[in-house]
């Protein structure tokens, strides 16, 4: 066991000790207080992951109940979400789309159609690097481009088209390319990354709203679209500049598909059961609510249609459908079991009353205007990812945030999209996110190369997302 482990036992039951037994500290009363102390429990155990990240995220269920935080209903009823659901379905989507062998094709037929050239093959790389990740994890998609990526830099390289130093920054540009791409992609939807999850679920269990999948592809497709391109420039053009004696041969993606093959009936159906539940979450958040109301279609059903989908259609080449509950044991169960641990807390901050505590606390910094109030939260929250696992992060910030937004009297909205959109973006380390710690595997990266191109792309992540908070979100996502 590590000393951080070592740690963090020692730690979440003293700090639960304290904020429990002695009231004085906090002046809550005993259900907000409860919560509070197991937050702090649990959150040290996340932090020092001194258990398993889904271990610890059960704690909850045993803690809120025994200490009056909230009654084991509450806490119990967090796990089956249908947030929970919703990403179990998108989960299993992905799966599928992987068993086919679906995302190399559609990776190659980018790179074929955006051309061949070092920027344009890294242009191409970022384009359907993204697309991936708004619909699989970004974990999963860094993994499934790397391999095309050092492909492509052995292709580069076995051809002398760069010269060593302009072949040393094509293959630094486009792995960090791959690791960055699959972050940001992951922001466009809800299903794209955890925090943007935790955002509807938190605003459906503590604010009673709705947020579709349509209304975030409102807002967060735009954010990706402006930092995917300021990415590609700011790579090709400043951070990783090569001179080019060559042309990459534009047979090499169609040399790639060809590998492949025709598309098989297999892929064909993935790819359409695909398409048809993307257009269905895209149309729900344009049908009018007396509609909505009557046809009793969430972003949840259609994510388990889509499923479902998937073991009903049959597969030609084996027994069984596309998919089988065999290939369910590759599904990140615990990832949901720690999205149920989030909202379990989350919940028993709301029915505790902790929620206006923290308003109340965190009234002071009223007095500073609001973008600036943006800004410290954002970089603050966004350098913080960078060591904790951004799930975590923003499971333990997304109740607070309403808490400040209350607090300063501003839209919780903001707030909260400042947490989910920052908890994403971590560029400097390879520990920050599995993409980053996927292209460090490489023999072409070293620390050096990711904590200089990561800090400028933290700071220009920062800007992007307060800016897109300060005028895109109260147009298309106020509360």
């Known amino acids: 066991m590590q000393k951080r482990q070592v740690i963090g036992l020692v730690l979440g039951p003293l700090l639960f000790s304290l904020f429990y037994f002695v009231p004085d500290i906090t002046g809550l009363d005993d259900s907000p207080r409860a919560v509070l102390a197991v937050t702090a429990w649990v959150a040290s155990w996340w932090v020092t992951e001194a258990l398993p990240i889904p271990a610890t995220s059960l704690l909850p269920i ?14 119990t009823m967090a796990y089956g979400d249908p947030i929970v659901f919703m990403y179990m379905g998108g989960f299993t989507i992905a799966l599928a789309i992987e068993r086919w062998n679906l995302h190399k094709r559609i990776a190659m037929t980018i790179i074929a159609m955006i051309g061949t050239s070092g920027q344009r ?9 993204a697309l991936l990740s708004m619909w699989i994890s970004n974990a999963a998609t860094a993994l499934m481009m790397l391999p095309i990526a050092l492909a492509l830099i052995n292709e580069v390289k076995d051809k002398n088209f760069f010269d060593e130093r302009s072949l040393n920054s094509f293959a630094k540009g486009l792995l960090l390319t791959v690791a960055y791409s699959a972050s940001i992609g ?7 990354s955890v925090p943007n999850a935790a955002f509807a679920a938190v605003a459906n269990n503590m604010l009673d ?3 579709t999948f349509a209304d975030w592809f409102l807002f967060g497709f735009p954010v990706t679209v402006i930092l995917i391109t300021v990415l590609f420039f700011y790579i090709t053009r400043i951070q990783f500049k090569v001179t ?15 590998e492949l093959g025709p598309m098989s009936y297999e892929e064909k159906a993935v790819l359409a059961i695909f398409s048809v539940t993307g257009f269905l979450w895209l149309s729900t958040g344009f049908i009018p609510e007396d509609w909505q109301e009557v046809l009793n279609i969430s972003d949840t059903s259609i994510s388990i249609f889509g499923a479902l989908a998937m073991f009903l259609v049959p597969s030609r080449q084996e027994q069984g459908g596309l998919m089988t509950w065999k290939n369910m044991k590759e599904l990140p169960w615990g990832l949901l079991v720690l999205f149920g641990g989030g909202l379990s807390l989350a919940a028993a901050f709301e029915d505790s009353g902790l929620t206006e505590w923290f308003g109340d606390l965190l009234e002071a910094v009223e007095v500073l205007p609001y973008v600036l109030i943006l800004i410290v939260l954002a970089a603050a929250i966004l350098f913080m990812t ?3 696992s951004n799930t975590a992060l923003a499971n333990m910030m997304m109740p607070i945030s309403i808490g400040l937004a209350l607090g300063i009297g501003v839209d919780p909205y903001s707030i909260m999209a400042i947490v989910a959109l920052t908890a994403s973006c971590a560029f400097m380390l390879p520990i920050a996110t599995p993409p980053n710690a996927a292209v460090f595997s490489s023999d072409y990266l070293q620390m050096d190369d990711m904590v200089k191109a990561g800090f400028w792309m933290n700071i220009i992540a920062i800007i992007v997302i307060v800016v897109f908070v300060y005028f895109w979100q109260p147009i298309v996502l106020s509360f």
């Open 209 to 211: 709203t709705t947020v």
């Open 244 to 258: 080019q004696s060559g042309e990459i041969s534009e047979d090499f993606a169609r040399n790639q598909l060809n």
């Open 386 to 388: 960078e060591i904790l």
């Open 186 to 192: 992951g922001l466009a939807t809800l299903i794209g």
């Open 121 to 129: 093959i890294i242009l191409g790389v970022a384009v359907s690097t």
């Open 62 to 75: 045993i803690l809120l109940p025994l200490t009056g935080g909230t009654d084991e209903e509450t806490a």
